[in-house]
């Protein structure tokens, strides 16, 4: 089973409050994959809105970003992209 893995780190000022882990758990709910985050020695399933605000992840925080199935690639570079954008909430 394909596997893809990468290092998110939270670039909006908020962190990862309820807007962005909404669009977080959206994005990642469009793929087959097992998609898991993990934030030292939290981890959480990116498909649920619960397990990534428990994350509590903050401006500055690294999160690892592992994705497991067929369109596990296009899964880590579809949410890399969002995290990058900063989940479009600043200029």
């Known amino acids: 089973m394909p596997v893809a893995e990468a ?3 939270i670039k909006n000022k908020v962190g990862l409050h309820a807007r962005p882990a909404r669009l977080l758990v959206q994005t990642a709910a ?8 993990q934030q030292g020695e ?3 399933n990116a498909k649920s809105i619960i397990g990534v605000l428990k ?3 903050v401006f500055g925080d690294v999160l690892v970003l592992r994705a497991e199935g067929e369109d596990a690639e296009k ?3 579809t949410l890399t992209e ?5 989940f479009d909430e600043e200029e």
Not at 30 to 37: A, W
Not at 82 to 86: A, S
């Open 55 to 57: 994350l509590g992840a």
């Open 75 to 77: 899964a880590v570079k």
């Open 30 to 37: 469009q793929f087959q994959s097992r998609i898991q985050l």
């Open 7 to 9: 290092y998110l780190v």
């Open 82 to 86: 969002l995290v990058d954008r900063k």
């Open 42 to 44: 939290k981890s959480a």
